[in-house]
């Protein structure tokens, strides 16, 4: 996980915090009927939108997302340069012993195909077919994270309307419509809050992750195709390194 | 049907119910013209903007996706698997007897070109278009429900339109304020619940549920012309595996 | 013209005075000022977006949309299995006198440039191409529709805005505020029935006559190709069906 | 330039001008700070957003648009037909002549390329992408006046938050609310005014004079590479009617 | 970096500062807490949304925006019309000496494959890769720059709705409405100015400096290509300018 993650939403809640007691008291805002409403409603409508394992696999993607360490396009860059350079010298079936030094499944199964002496074209083919529908798969958790940031507000609107017509029906004089708007509008603060502060931004992160992967993976598919071709750590290397930018490609030398 | 869509819908309706028991009457809340105007305006804006054939099937295009079960893609691995294993030891005709086992019509039709003996490749592109073209049909639905949810809020605001412009074209003093528009509101209130917490919600389960239909015939499609071309049923295991995620991957052996 | 158009519009427009009678006086929101700068500034800023020629064409192609009659896919499939089945039996000459017999004029160019002797992949390009411009010309009914109903609640909001600034402006005590309000808020109340009752699903329906049409030239172009590479009536029907849905499917057979 | 949209923005503000006149007194509406803001504010974020050339570019873009001839599809088709029948009669070097009566550059260089006897697939490439770049260069005048449009209503709502905050600060009395609103609520008029009256349609018939030009350079680039085959004028006016509609396609025949 | 941006940015706030002055008094839009909330909220959005280091790039991606040099696309054509007369007049390795003339580094890398005898298509591949993904990482820097501009209105509305969710709560006579809703609405203001005046419209300038960028590589690759196959100046130059508008091309000749 990205330190920034947790800085952001820790330093966010600092900030609104800050400015509720600066303007006023913290137990307005502090508003259980408010919460629920809100919250259950944005969870209600989530579980009739997505299906149960859908809804429930959320807090695992996001578990997911804060734990696995995407290896850096560098590293996978001398990796694949090295892989070349151990395929020219002993061959292909040297290459074994490196699976078992590697933890990233993707990366394992790709050079298993290569040990296993695949074509290049057929191992790209399946290769790509697997990134497509793992993309698809992790999909899924932004969209879901996307859906409550967008049904919060909706619910917040809901809150603050039975709030607005319970208050304005029973209103006897004006000086009501302050204190009962109040608390009306606490709704629509936990709408806007939870969206922009929380859901919005994971969702965004978990497309920055996604992304991330993907990349990865095709690094990973260019060059296991590229190795089994037999083209030598060099060209390799040149052929990766489009992937990276400029300033840090030059870091990359055969280290076998 | 999934579970958790009757689930949220549910207890969506108890928190909406909760809270504005805790806020107020419910009495207040249940008003027939709000939902005349906002019940009724939608459907019309519907019937115009769709035909009635499509309009109607709405109604059973629900039904089937409550009802219908999609076959889990573990499942079909299995059965493509065997299919292979079938087909390796005691040849293609040996599939007919499977079709009779089988209940989903696109599953019946694959095996029944296979045993036809038809070629890979013409099988691929007629069943892929059967994909497309039903696809196509059942995302009508999808839009719809989508159509719904995006015409309530708009009726919900003719509504409370027309009740304020009554309700300020004869006030005489302030204090009718109130009460005019609590009701004026109840309008834009059933108008965002009806949407975000139906139709919108609906849109989406129906559209998962084409996704799940759309990826199950994909996984159909590839196998059966893995079949075709003989493919052994390690092969097509192999292939047909990328369709699901890593950790539900070993379990897939041939049965027959 | 489907039904549902006719009777959306007029059930629309009782619900809405239904509504209105229910609430106040219908007097209240007959309003010419408002009609003028709605309707009005709508239709200008309609002939300033697109051509003199575009803006005229809407009427007939609204015009065209509820009176011409799309040929439904099960006539057509039965149309294309006979076409088949003459050419097998007698020749693609023979065909000749089917072409007197179709009203369509799409239909009446593929017969014709069937029986001319040409090439099955040269038909398929030309025919392609001629449903493509189609389209796009019927698709600038849609997008004025479109347009129309985007302006509408724009010009609503300039209306009200007018209104209210006025008001504010010679507003001698509160008591005028709500007289004056109901009258700026009437332009807003036309912007958005206008909007959601009319030329929203009017542009709605449109795009579904328009997909309608194209799914009947796609399906010509898919049969009169079938028919010139001289395929058997049964494989004809074969393709053609995966243009409707199972189970309206086993109907057609060929009657010659 | 379409005459229509020269009416549009005349009636246009006849049409404003006449409801305001109704409403209320002009000089209520003529209001030099908002003007400012509004006119301002939106000039400034168009030149931070586009380069100075391009901001530069507009009116150029926009005199362009109104005052340049697009030549009709009918008599493009009329064109191209004459070429095949010179071309099929005197040869291709009789079209040198024909360069001289043309004036439209594109048409120009596309028979120059002809008469210096280029290859047809050849000129297809080479002019698609001609037509490719210019319509994205000319794209860009649709994007300025978009984000104008864009920006208005934006520029609108600071002036009146400024105008509201300043109000409100300094009131002593309720009774100027109303004077202070007004003020305020101009700004917000001039912003959705401008852009719904003049910014978006404008940019609108700048994106359909584009296509209209794209449409007739893609007639030329398929007229000319028809001629350059060789092919006969009857197969050169069959290949260019799918440009127009079936109502408009009988008129065409070789005039030379 | 284009003056119009400096300009754009100064002139806003001229414009934005002289209305306040004009209307009230600037103290009253000096406010820290709607800048704290505003501001900060902002950021840690953004800190949640991407990673430290993308966030932490956004710097000096904004510096490289506004001070690297694009080549002008004249330049680019006068540099490959240059090329071609070198390569044809004295080989391609007489192109050595001019990389050390070149300081675009892309350009540079594109003339070395040159040099080095690399293959046309094999070098448009690999140089079409690197301008994708160059582009995939400068396009970060936009949406970075997008979200920021999204998230000020909402924290805006979170800071309004912290103020008048406090006002009124502690609200004893209406006269104090107006000073209350004066400070919350300043919030609202910093939301709407900083987006629509700062980092939308910076957003959109790195976007057309991605796209100037963008085209320049187009450029390179399509020339260096047409070197690389032999093709003689007048050929590339007729090729290089379809990507400069008609008016800018005579300009052009080889000066070697």
Redesign the interface.
Known sequence: M????T???I??FV??T???L????LG??FNI?AI??VG??M??????????A??LGIFSVIKKTFITKIPSPSELIQKMVNYAAINRRDGVLALEQEIGKVNN?FLVKSLQMLVDGQDAEAMRE?LS??VQ??QE?HGVGKKILE?MGA?CP??A???T??????M????EN?EQ???G??VA??C??YG??F???LF???A??LG?YSKAEALSMEMIVEGICAVAKGENPTVVR??MQ??I??SRREEVKAKV
Chains 1, 2, 3, 4, 5 share one sequence.
Do not use: W
């Open positions: 990205d330190i920034a993650t800085l952001g939403i330093f966010g900030v609104i800050g400015t509720i600066y303007e006023g008291n307005l805002f009927p629920a409403i259950g409603g969870t209600c409508a989530t579980l009739i939108h997505f299906s149960l859908q809804f499944p399946l077919l697997e529908y793992l798969r859906f049904s909706s619910f609107m809901v809150g309307l039975i709030g607005l017509v319970s304005l029906a029973k209103m004006p419509i302050g204190r708007m109040a509008l606490v629509t603060f806007a809050l969206a922009i502060l919005l931004p994971l965004g992160i920055q040149e052929k489009v992937f930018s400029t």
